[in-house]
């Protein structure tokens, strides 16, 4: 049964504590916090600790685990953040969900993992054990965004030097180097974070601008009119004002409209 959270901050404040008890997605959410916390711990371990050029190790040690950072930050908010779940029993005109019997609005739908209905839901997600909807896209765009960068930058560093050794003539015919089993782990890792972050960092750039959600298609249903343009579908998610704040994962942005009391499941 979901349990009530008391209000967090200052009189006004909506935010609310919000965490899915479903195991799958525990377990997808924390096999990406191992693998990226493990990424990183054996990069600095058998790559950068050991380069002969200090500065390039620093360098690319302090690069990675910034973005290493910023895509668990991300990661965690887009976890812990109510996704735009309808309050439970709002009295409103209008469709009832049969599941959890709120008032449906327009564009959202009953997630039966959350066990709840979520505005303007796109899917949900067992890699962030939440649903990505209207209120933690953002969230979730910055984590795919960061996770794809810190997986490119890991290929880069374990390319650019096999590709220079292959140009000086060590990887021949007669070589019988053989890759270490952390740098297997590391390509592995960089590769499947690059395809599968950067692939869906472009499919929710291209749903939000398109001001359409992944479920929407699938049902055959229409969007709503939205606000007119791509840019301004990209600001109502990152934010009114184009700053910093946008590609910060500790910046929300601002809410949409009034909320009732939340809930964790």
């Known amino acids: 049964m979901p349990a009530r959270v008391p209000a967090l901050g200052a009189p006004g404040r909506t935010r609310r504590m919000w965490f899915v008890c479903h195991g799958l997605g525990i377990a997808c959410a924390a096999s990406t916090w191992v693998l990226v916390l493990g990424a990183a711990g054996v990069l600095l371990r058998a790559q950068l600790l050991p380069a002969r050029d200090a500065a390039y190790g620093r360098a690319h040690g302090a690069l990675f685990h910034l973005l290493a950072f910023l895509a668990l930050a991300a990661h965690a908010r887009a976890m812990l953040s109510d996704p735009g779940s309808v309050p439970l029993g709002a009295a409103a005109r209008g469709p009832r969900c049969p599941?959890?019997?709120?008032a449906q609005p327009p564009r959202a739908h009953h997630c039966v993992v959350c066990r709840r209905c979520i505005r303007k839901m796109d899917h949900h997600?067992?890699?962030?054990?939440?649903?990505?909807g209207e209120d933690n896209r953002k969230f979730f765009l910055l984590f795919a965004l960061y996770a794809a960068l810190g997986s490119l930058h890991l290929l880069l560093l374990l390319g650019v030097p096999a590709l220079r050794g292959y140009a000086r003539g060590e990887w021949d015919s007669r070589s019988t180097l053989t890759p270490r089993a952390s740098l297997i782990f590391l390509l592995l890792v960089a590769l499947k974070g690059f395809l599968f972050a950067s692939a869906?960092?472009?499919?929710?750039?291209?749903a939000i601008c398109t001001d359409r959600t992944r479920i929407e298609p699938l049902r055959r249903e229409r969007a709503g009119p939205g606000s007119g343009s791509k840019w301004m579908n990209l600001k109502a998610?990152?934010?009114?004002?184009?700053s910093l704040a946008w590609i910060s994962p500790s910046a929300s942005p601002r809410p949409q409209r009034a909320r009732g009391a939340?809930?964790?499941v």
Do not use: E, K
């Not at 997600?125 to 990505?132: D, F, Y």
């Open 99 to 102: 599941l959890c019997g709120c």
């Open 125 to 132: 997600c067992p890699w962030v054990n939440n649903c990505v």
């Open 200 to 206: 869906m960092f472009a499919t929710q750039l291209h």
């Open 237 to 242: 998610v990152l934010g009114h004002r184009l």
């Open 262 to 264: 939340l809930f964790v």
